[in-house]
């Protein structure tokens, strides 16, 4: 994780030799923390041809104030707000970007959150990889930031500690198909040969699903050296445990068997555990491996530029023990919550509970 995360922040960075039009695609769904702040970053990037694509569900989305703010206030740029109620199957983010990607022009499409906050070099970073003609799917890194209140900050602790790294991980290794869709990009003609996004919008795990058929054309996936930045915005402990428990609802459906075996790497709870039961000998095995679970998590805290991460590694151990609780509800829970819907989920995909 050092070394990419290292890579990840060298000063020069890559421009494409051509720069083909690319459809910044953000999909948006009611009011967030920081939204405007997250969303103008979108009109300032160093590339010369793009267009911006806002996207909405609903017309009476508090949230379309703020898309009318950004446009008048950039309208030297080409910037497009989307209010498109079609929904091509329960998976609201992507029928969001769905309805975007009908009316964009891009030979490149770029799927960034609402929550994503991306500096000026973001798009000819993500871009830059496709000067490979392999390349189908070029993807980035990005960290948790900005966490105000506790379950914030077990949250980026989440985030950042355990998500970013096991991305990494199976990125290098192959272990598992790494394709993060909070900040993704897909050329245009690999999109079609895979059967366009209305397929995936049955799934919870839409970006997964986007990788594995990528990777079946024969195309790559690829990382670009670069980390965007995600805010976290979590008013109570409830919302936190919701939300974890929807996140371990997603890496299960991905990878349910690598999911299942993530609790040999559990090393917090079971050092707890062995202490408990072998009494205060073991209290040694319980220091070393809480000093070494900090002491990384601080490195990569480091390499992250994650200074809010570094303040609330005091939290870490009990981010741990309550993740194996998470665990465990991720396999007998079959309902999950996306912006106050709910859903169950069968076989990997989702039913929406009316």
């Given at each position: 994780m050092s070394g990419f995360g290292l890579h990840?922040?060298?000063?020069d960075t890559p421009s494409p030799a051509t720069h083909p039009l690319v459809s910044l695609i953000k999909p948006v769904c009611g009011l967030e923390k920081n939204l405007y702040e997250n969303l103008v970053t979108a009109c300032n990037q160093d590339y010369p041809n793009y267009e911006v694509i806002y996207s909405l569900q609903n017309k009476n989305d508090p949230a379309l104030k703020i898309l009318e703010k950004?446009?008048?206030?950039?309208s030297n740029k080409k910037i497009l707000i989307v209010v498109d109620e079609t929904a091509v199957g329960p998976n609201g983010?992507?029928?969001?970007?769905?309805?975007?990607?009908?009316?964009?022009?891009?030979?490149?499409?770029?799927?960034?959150?609402?929550?994503?906050?991306?500096?000026?070099?973001?798009?000819?970073?993500?871009?830059?990889?496709?000067e490979d003609q392999k390349v189908g799917v070029s993807c980035t890194l990005f960290k948790a930031w900005k966490a105000n209140n506790i379950p914030e900050s077990l949250e980026l602790l989440s985030f950042?500690?355990?998500?970013?790294?096991?991305?990494?991980?199976?990125?290098?290794?192959?272990a598992s198909i790494a394709c993060p869709g909070g900040s993704q990009a897909i050329r245009r003609d690999v999109l079609e040969k895979i059967g366009g996004l209305k397929p995936l919008a049955n799934y919870l795990v839409e970006d997964f699903e986007l990788g594995q058929r990528v990777l079946k054309t024969g195309f790559k996936i690829h990382f670009a050296p670069y980390v965007a930045a995600t805010g976290v915005d979590l008013k109570s402990f409830k919302d936190w445990w919701r939300h974890q428990v929807y996140w371990d609802q997603n890496t299960r459906a991905a990878n349910p068997v690598g999911f299942f075996f993530t609790w040999i790497i559990r090393g917090i709870p079971?050092?707890?555990?062995?202490?408990?039961?072998?009494?205060?000998?073991?209290?040694?095995?319980?220091a070393v491996t809480l000093g070494t679970r900090i002491t990384t998590t601080i490195i990569n805290s480091l390499f992250l530029k994650d200074t809010d991460g570094i303040k609330a590694v005091w939290l870490l151990p009990f981010r741990?023990?309550?993740?194996?609780?998470?665990?465990?509800?991720?396999?007998?829970?079959?309902?999950t919550y996306w912006k106050g819907r709910q859903f169950i989920i069968q076989k990997g995909k989702m039913v929406e509970v009316s």
């Open positions: 990840a922040q060298r000063a950004i446009r008048s206030e950039n983010r992507l029928c969001n970007i769905y309805n975007a990607s009908q009316k964009s022009s891009g030979e490149i499409f770029v799927f960034s959150d609402s929550d994503m906050f991306l500096e000026k070099d973001y798009l000819q970073n993500i871009i830059a990889p496709f950042n500690a355990d998500f970013v790294p096991s991305i990494v991980f199976a990125y290098v290794t192959k079971f050092a707890c555990l062995y202490t408990l039961l072998a009494g205060p000998q073991a209290a040694a095995v319980f741990d023990l309550l993740g194996i609780f998470v665990w465990f509800a991720s396999f007998v829970k079959r309902k």
